[in-house]
């Protein structure tokens, strides 16, 4: 008997959003708290300035606004959504925050959960939500990328708290059996060069009863080894998306946008000049908001689609890479 031919399951792009705190920390700014400059910053890293969570914000109303505004441009009935993943490693809750996210949307029918990946999760976050779709268990997904570095920011260590900055970017995602607009993705861990940049716990001993010691809760600021992160990135990266654009049959002239983690404005130019993507083609919002981690790369599609850089079926390849260490790489059709 011949079998039933299935068709098979993509995925589609249908939103964009993204939020950023009020609060503006300009070089000028940080230059009165620590030793340095905006012509020191800028000339090494590309920021002029980043957004600051006020104590009123947090990971979860971030996330909630710029899933609220990609379900807005989805134009969704928020019941029909299926999956919510919120990649972040600052939560507002250390047990979850996308639960939260999910009840304040009023999305009763999704499932929700957190992803820590650090500046990798985002990507991270679409491919496993992706996985879902394609697989046929869910139809609809909001992936959320929303970090709140502020807090965990060394204020006093002039070489680290130039670079980070809070914000909120999301996607919203469909599965279709007619095409597949996610091309291809490929992920990497290499836990062995984790120390060069990480969020480590506080280590303080201290005695529940008798000689019963227990270690205290708590987390250390954000530990990182500059120039190894960067040797890690402009090596890697460039690898990684060559490998993808091969294995998927792509050439990068036919890539329209370069879409990055937004670490440092030096490392984007050295992947597009390793890529032979034209400087054009690479987008880049580092100036105004820093390194936002998981937030980075919706943020900046989020702003590209808005003002219609970003167009139907254009292509865009896309990395994520940091903490862990991990990095990744996905090559998409937007629409």
């Given at each position: 008997?011949?079998?039933i031919?299935?068709k098979?399951?993509?995925?589609?792009?249908k939103?964009s959003g993204?939020?950023?705190?009020?609060?503006?920390?300009?070089?000028?700014?940080?230059?009165?708290?620590?030793?340095?400059?905006?012509?020191?910053?800028?000339?090494?890293?590309?920021?002029?300035?980043?957004?600051i969570?006020s104590?009123?914000?947090?990971v979860?109303?971030?996330?909630?606004?710029?899933?609220?505004t990609?379900?807005?441009?989805?134009?969704w009935?928020?019941?029909?959504?299926?999956?919510?993943?919120?990649a972040t490693?600052?939560?507002?809750?250390?047990?979850?925050?996308?639960?939260?996210?999910?009840?304040?949307?009023g999305?009763?029918?999704?499932?929700?959960f957190?992803?820590?990946?650090?500046c990798?999760?985002?990507?991270?976050?679409l491919?496993?939500?992706?996985?879902?779709?394609?697989?046929?268990?869910?139809?609809?997904?909001?992936?959320?990328?929303?970090?709140?570095?502020?807090?965990?920011?060394?204020?006093?260590d002039?070489?680290?708290?130039?670079?980070?900055?809070d914000?909120?970017?999301?996607?919203?995602?469909?599965?279709?059996n007619?095409?597949?607009?996610?091309?291809?993705?490929?992920?990497?861990?290499?836990?062995?060069?984790?120390?060069?940049?990480?969020?480590?716990?506080?280590?303080?001993?201290?005695?529940?009863?008798d000689?019963?010691?227990?270690l205290?809760?708590?987390?250390?600021?954000?530990?990182?080894?500059?120039?190894?992160?960067?040797?890690?990135a402009?090596?890697e990266?460039?690898i990684?998306?060559?490998?993808?654009?091969?294995?998927?049959?792509?050439?990068?002239h036919?890539v329209?946008?370069?879409?990055?983690?937004?670490?440092?404005?030096r490392?984007?130019?050295?992947?597009?000049e390793?890529?032979?993507?034209?400087?054009?083609?690479?987008l880049?919002?580092?100036?105004?908001?820093?390194n936002t981690?998981?937030?980075t790369?919706p943020?900046?599609?989020?702003?590209?689609?808005?003002?219609?850089?970003?167009?139907?079926n254009?292509?865009?390849?896309?990395?994520?890479?940091?903490?862990?260490?991990?990095?990744?790489a996905?090559?998409?059709?937007?629409?």
């Open positions: 008997m011949e079998g031919k299935l098979q399951i993509g995925v589609s792009f939103g993204s939020y950023v705190p009020d609060q503006i920390l300009t070089n000028q700014k940080i230059s009165k708290k620590v030793d340095t400059s905006d012509e020191w910053i800028k000339s090494r890293t590309g920021i002029s300035e980043r957004r969570s104590p009123g914000d947090n979860t109303e971030m996330g909630y606004e710029a899933a609220l990609a379900i807005q441009m989805a134009n009935d928020i019941k029909t959504i299926d999956l919510i993943v919120l490693s600052t939560p507002h809750d250390l047990f979850g925050s996308a639960p939260s996210i999910q009840s304040k949307l999305a009763c029918n999704a499932v929700a957190d992803l820590t990946a650090a990798s999760g985002f990507l991270f976050g491919v496993t939500a992706s996985q879902f779709l394609r697989g046929g268990s869910f139809k609809r997904a909001i992936v959320i990328g929303a970090d709140q570095l502020s807090s965990f920011v060394d204020w006093n002039r070489r680290s708290c130039i670079l980070f900055g914000g909120a970017g999301a996607l919203a995602i469909e599965a279709t007619e095409f597949d607009n996610f091309l291809g993705f490929d992920m990497r861990t290499d836990g062995g060069r984790g120390s060069f940049l990480n969020l480590p716990s506080k280590n303080n001993k201290d005695s529940i009863i000689n019963i010691d227990f205290s809760g708590g987390f250390s600021s954000i530990q990182m080894n500059g120039q190894e992160v960067y040797k890690f402009v090596r990266v460039p990684i998306i060559d490998e993808l654009l091969k294995k998927t049959n792509y050439s990068s036919e329209d946008w370069l879409v990055l983690h937004q670490a440092n404005q490392i984007l130019d050295s992947v597009g390793r890529l032979k993507i034209p400087g054009e083609k690479i880049s919002n580092l100036e105004k908001y820093g981690s998981a937030a790369i943020l900046m599609m989020d702003e590209a689609i808005r003002n219609n850089r970003i167009k139907q254009d292509i865009i390849a896309t990395s994520g890479f940091g903490a862990g260490l991990s990095w990744g996905a090559l998409i059709k937007w629409g």
